[in-house]
């Protein structure tokens, strides 16, 4: 317990995240391309995964860019299992 | 995210069962990948193919397909490229890396045959490969026996052509060859409709050789003392290269090329410094076999290069800039026929290239890894170790399957390994 929190940005399709990855990077707002973890969807694609203290940052991004759709925002614990 | 299940759907896929391979990626990847610390920026274009594994290129497929063109699907660097990209066709390498299939391949299989055979046919049974459903036809080569009978089996489920390579490299056995290259510019022309001429080969040498040296360039940067990239984040990237859009992948690798240099100049390391340099030299580890890779890297060690087919024997060496087909075709021999298989005998050139390698990247031991039942890569350790002990350098034996069963075993082997190079060095 007590794992590191993410924040995971969640979109309807690639082109949404690539667009928001072109301004976080140009922003040089620190954020890592992700497979959607499987507690936030079932659907297989990308996420954008930063440090919860960005949020109110992208957030703002996200008010002043209202063509990149996303499907939610969500801070949660990164799960590891530990395969190895 | 996008939704996918309609392609799927279209491609004729276990829509249910795919679901369960799915639902295991993003924490396997996560603890592997994502896991490590200090990753250059630039594998987030790498994370996002992984992400899209069996999205977004898969519907890239699906688009070409809708406008008549063709899929080739591969297991093997000896199949050329060059002449599938010359008619206008895409080239793709199948699944065959996770033990997800193994089930479904032992249907039909004998148990005792490799993990990676058993797997590439259990993910075409199991109907949960887009790759395999996208790909107009299969091709294989006969590198081994297990895969040459597999042929015949997955022959039953969908169009197969065999590339029959030779198992010796003289004069006549070159021949052979360019007749085998020239039966399947054949082949690829009727499939496609579309004729290879001089032009399109020349721009197809071109591009291909392009992806092997960038390929090259960012090898270059492991033979740093400062060590700019994790070996699992590279052999990523080689993995990534046989499926991926060759342009995009190209560009991509140059910006990430330029991010490892400019670490190189700042002296930004991944690895401890004094950290045991690993050459892995062996069989080949497609998508999701990062197992190997994984475990040096956390007992102890640094991957600093590949020695398999999954590594430098598939973008080491240009096909030679050549003026008319047929020369053009004798240059893609050449190429193809320099790769050092175990599949040829003899195979001198392999042991020479191990030590040459061992040398360019720096490294301190090799570890030689096999797969279960790949008997030409078992057997050629004999001969592999007499050259290495000769020479003084440092090697173990692993072999593995994809199970997750051996890891504790692996990792006190490679700790005790590591141990000792560094004891010694």
């Known amino acids: ?27 040089k707002i620190k954020y890592t391309i992700v497979p959607t973890p499987r507690e936030l969807s079932k659907s297989c694609g990308i996420t954008i995964m ?9 957030r703002k991004i996200l008010n002043i860019n209202p063509e990149i759709k996303v499907n939610g925002i969500y801070t949660i614990e990164r799960k590891r299992r530990g395969w190895f | 995210m996008a939704d996918y299940r309609k392609l799927w759907e279209s491609l004729g896929m276990d829509l249910e069962k795919h679901d369960q391979l799915c639902a295991v990626l993003p924490e396997f990847y996560g603890d592997i990948y994502l896991s490590q610390e200090n990753r250059p920026a630039g594998m987030n274009y790498y994370n996002f193919v992984v992400s899209e594994i069996h999205g977004l290129r898969v519907q890239e497929l699906a688009e070409h397909r809708k406008k008549g063109g063709k899929v080739f699907g591969s297991f093997c660097i000896f199949v050329p490229d060059e002449l599938i990209v010359a008619a206008d066709a895409i080239g793709v390498g199948l699944c065959g890396g996770s033990d997800f299939w193994i089930p479904d391949g032992e249907k039909v299989l004998p148990r005792n045959i490799c993990p990676l055979i058993k797997a590439s046919v259990g993910a075409k049974l199991s109907g949960t490969c887009p790759y395999f459903q996208s790909a107009d036809i299969l091709v294989g080569e006969t590198t081994c026996d297990g895969k040459k009978k597999a042929w015949e089996i997955l022959g039953e489920y969908t169009p197969v052509h065999v590339m029959d390579l030779p198992q010796m490299k003289r004069e006549k056995d070159k021949v052979h060859w360019i007749d085998e290259l020239k039966i399947f510019k054949d082949l690829v022309e009727k499939m496609t409709g579309n004729e290879i001429t001089e032009e399109k080969l020349k721009e197809a040498i071109k591009l291909i050789n392009e992806k092997r040296r960038v390929l ?57 410094p004094d950290t045991p340099r690993i050459l892995v030299t062996g069989t080949p580890m497609a998508i999701p076999n990062w197992k190997l890779h994984h475990i040096i890297e956390t007992s102890g060690g640094a991957v600093v290069c590949e020695e398999t087919c999954t590594g430098i024997r598939y973008f080491e060496n240009l096909v030679k800039e050549a003026e008319n087909i047929d020369e053009q075709i004798k240059a893609i021999a050449d190429r193809y026929l320099s790769i050092n298989c175990a599949c040829f005998t003899p195979n001198e050139g392999r042991i020479e ?32 170790k007499e050259a290495l002990d000769k020479e003084g350098i440092p090697v173990i034996m692993i072999e593995s399957d994809y199970s997750l069963q051996d890891v504790g075993q692996i990792k006190t082997r490679l700790e005790a390994f590591f141990e000792m190079i560094k004891i010694s060095k």
Request: proline share 4%.
């Open chain 1, 1 to 27: 317990m007590g794992g590191q929190l993410n924040c995971y940005i969640l979109f309807p399709s690639h082109t949404d995240g690539l667009a928001l990855e072109k301004i976080l990077k140009s922003e």
């Open chain 1, 50 to 58: 930063i440090n919860p203290d960005y949020e109110e940052m992208v």
């Open chain 2, 216 to 272: 090259q360039r960012l090898y270059n940067t492991r033979k740093n003392k400062t060590l700019p990239i994790s070996g699992k984040d590279a052999l990523l990237i080689t993995q990534i290269a046989f499926y991926d859009d060759p342009k995009r992948f190209i560009e991509k690798t140059s910006e990430l090329c330029e991010e490892l240099e400019d670490r190189i100049e700042k002296g930004v390391s991944v690895f401890e």
């Open chain 2, 353 to 384: 290239d191990i030590i040459r390698l061992y040398k360019e990247y720096k490294a301190d031991g090799v570890v030689y890894y096999s797969l279960p039942f790949c008997h030409t890569y078992a057997v050629e350790y004999k001969k592999v």
